[in-house]
């Protein structure tokens, strides 16, 4: 999810311990395009990879995972729990990393969908 939170990299790699196993570069910012490129376009060429066609799937997955969602029950509570553990550690950053994690700024909307949710829950139990 873009947004202000992408600026705490800067402290995770001023912060990164550097270990006789571990690699400086492996806190890295990436587009969330490339990841979704990535992670919808085969890798052989059996499937064909036309142009766009990652986003087609992406789309489709999404809406795979919404309709599992609403099609019990059980699977919306879950949806709806883990949504709202989501917003309530989000919340509860130190002040100093408020000015990448401030729930105002937050579009639940959004998170929502992350969660297979069409929108956000009502209310916060």
């Known amino acids: 999810m873009p947004g202000k939170e992408e600026g705490y990299t800067d402290v995770l790699k001023s912060s990164y311990k550097l270990t006789a196993e571990s690699v400086a570069g492996n806190v890295t910012q990436t587009d969330a395009d490339d990841v979704l490129r990535k992670g919808f376009t085969p890798t052989s060429g059996v499937v064909s990879a036309s142009h766009g066609a990652w986003e087609q799937r992406a789309t489709d997955f999404q809406l795979d995972v919404e309709r599992w969602v609403l099609s019990e029950q059980r699977n919306r509570e879950m949806a709806k729990k883990a949504f709202q553990s989501q ?3 989000y919340a509860t950053h130190v002040a100093s990393e408020r000015k990448w994690f401030d729930i105002k700024d ?4 959004h998170l929502a969908k992350a969660f297979g949710l069409r929108e956000a829950p009502g209310r916060m139990n």
């Open 87 to 89: 917003v309530r550690a």
């Open 106 to 109: 937050l579009h639940l909307g």
